[in-house]
């Protein structure tokens, strides 16, 4: 089975930090590019981060920019999402996914995100 299981999140305080891992099974994803997204409750899913193959090409949101850094780990299958200087707004759930797309576009849409992962929560208090 391909999996994608995100884990590391949970409660902190505004300005504190996470580590956001996801580790993949099933396949090996060195070609993939992998990205971040996150969903607030009553808001539409948002793209946070993208890292592609060879980790050193990433795009982020404006949002985030200058706090969060997306990194991976070829040999163990993971990519992770260190997130710092965290606000109130960055209350979401968090989306781990993979993408084989090969377009020339910096942004990859999300439709062409191939595997998701569960999702793991973030809940930043004020």
């Known amino acids: 089975q391909v999996q994608l299981v995100e884990s590391g999140g949970g409660l902190v305080q505004a300005g504190g930090s996470l580590r956001l891992s996801c580790a993949a099974s099933?396949?090996?994803?060195?070609?993939?590019?992998m990205g971040w997204f996150r969903q607030a409750p009553g808001k539409e899913r948002e793209f946070v981060a993208t890292?592609?193959?060879?980790?050193?090409?990433?795009v982020y949101a404006d949002s985030v920019k200058g706090r969060f850094t997306i990194s991976r780990d070829h040999a163990e299958n993971t990519v992770y999402l260190q997130m710092n200087s965290l606000k109130p707004d960055d209350t979401a759930i968090y989306y781990c996914?993979?993408?084989?797309?090969?377009?020339?576009?910096?942004?990859?849409?999300?439709?062409?995100?191939?595997?998701w992962g569960q999702g793991t929560q973030v809940t930043v208090s004020s």
């Open positions: 890292i592609w193959p060879g980790g050193s090409s990433t």
């Open positions: 996914a993979a993408s084989r797309y090969t377009g020339r576009s910096r942004y990859i849409a999300p439709s062409d995100y191939n595997y």
């Open positions: 099933g396949r090996t994803f060195s070609n993939y590019a």
